[in-house]
């Protein structure tokens, strides 16, 4: 793994960040190297100093605070437990960006293709405030399907999507390609392949 953000950390608390991501192999099907993030989430310091990195993202080059966030939203459902702090961080409320019919009507709904079949995510209709500058917020960047929907879904609902950022970057899956119109930054990024 790479270090990214995770710079700002001192170095021991950074490897110690990366060594809480485990692999898990053939999971969730053979072939794929699948990257937990269930011990970071489970260890207090380990994911303090992960809300920290993101705040600290969204607070670089006057985005964050009053200078240009206004909310953050996150991706089902790792993404609920990365966003939702780093809103409370930025005193900032928080969006759930949820899989279809999850959230009571009325909801505004992105499509999108996955690569073993297709999916959709929703937001509540009338939560984002149009012009409202979002965050989003999820745990892997893979082939940047999930995370273009989402942005998508932002955009549609009126909101501006002030960026992305997500814990783990898989490079070899080339998914920061796909949102090569939006500011991307990542704590980290690997090499091995996972799901989206």
Known sequence: MTDVA?????????TRVRNLIVDVPDFPSPGILFKDITP?????????????????????DGRGGTGGID?????????????????????????????AGKLPPPTERVSYDLEYGSAAIELRSGTLTPGARVLIIDDVLATGGTAAAAAQLVEQCGGVVAGLAFLLELETLHGRDRLARYNVDTLLRVGASSGD
Do not use: N, Y
């Open 6 to 14: 995770l710079s700002g950390l001192l170095p021991e608390r950074a």
């Open 40 to 60: 970071l989430l489970a260890d207090a310091q380990g994911l303090a100093d992960v809300i920290e990195a993101f705040t600290r993202l969204a607070l670089a």
């Open 71 to 99: 909310v953050v939203a996150g991706m089902e459902a790792r993404g609920f437990l990365l966003g939702t702090p780093v809103a409370h961080a930025l005193g900032l409320g928080f969006l759930p960006l949820r899989k």
